[in-house]
């Protein structure tokens, strides 16, 4: 299994909601990636975990509370969105020996009334 | 600090050869990539050189890497309109968690 797999495809929350995006891997990648994506521009990081623990953090706000509950899984929860959060949220893994490349799962595209 | 520029569009007609170009700043660099993306889709990993490499061919694909000048490209053969989709360079150092991307180079094969 080569690919990274994530739920749903598409999203639309209210600014009330709480909802939480799935990312799976079964490649034995130690490390695991949160990205946000706007449309036409490139992946902006916004979480990476490594050995499931969260190694950075890159000042994202507390609305977006992630969770790596094994190795094989990441979970973005999300609570009291901004319609400005409307965007393609990407998950990536990579091994932590050997090549730096991350394989990137197809995305959910989030959209935020 | 680190940066990756790419110039934003590039359109050629199908069956001709594509090139785009990219340039880095990191003398620290390792691993430089090219990923593809589809409208609506994740990232493709398209091919990756490492840094004491000139050159890496893969099918259709050529890459070529000039160290000295931080200037990398993408050479796509043959070019179809399947190949229509943005392609972003980017660069990671050994031991690093952080992608550094470009902002994408939009490709447009007119048949």
């Known amino acids: 299994d080569t690919e990274v797999t994530q739920t749903p495809k598409h999203l639309v929350m209210g600014m009330t909601n709480k909802k939480s995006l799935k990312c799976e891997q079964h490649m034995g990648h130690r490390a695991m990636y949160w990205y946000k994506q706007k449309a036409k521009k490139p992946p902006e990081l916004m979480f990476v975990?490594?050995?499931?623990?969260?190694?950075i953090n890159e000042s994202v706000p507390s609305r977006f509370s992630p969770e790596c509950p094994n190795s094989s899984l990441l979970n973005l929860h999300l609570h009291a969105l901004q319609p400005e959060d409307s965007a393609l949220y990407l998950c990536?893994?990579?091994?932590?020996?050997?090549?730096?490349?991350?394989?990137f799962g197809p995305g959910t595209r989030l959209t935020v009334l | 600090g680190e940066d990756v520029e790419q110039s934003l569009f590039l359109s050629v007609r199908e069956g001709d050869s594509s090139v785009i170009n990219c340039t880095y700043t990191d003398s620290s660099s390792t691993y430089l990539y090219w990923y593809k993306q589809e409208p609506g889709a994740g990232l493709q990993l398209l091919t990756y050189?490492?840094?004491?490499?000139d050159m890496k061919q893969d099918q259709r694909l050529t890459v070529l890497l000039n160290k000295k000048d931080k200037h990398l490209s993408l050479r796509i053969a043959d070019t179809q309109t399947g190949d229509s989709a943005i392609y972003f360079c980017?660069?990671?150092?050994?031991?690093?968690?952080?992608?550094?991307f470009g902002a994408g180079t939009r490709l447009f094969v007119k048949a």
């Open positions: 980017a660069e990671s150092s050994t031991g690093g968690f952080k992608t550094i």
């Open positions: 975990y490594s050995y499931e623990k969260l190694s």
């Open positions: 050189i490492f840094s004491n490499m």
């Open positions: 990536a893994s990579r091994e932590l020996a050997g090549g730096n490349e991350q394989f």
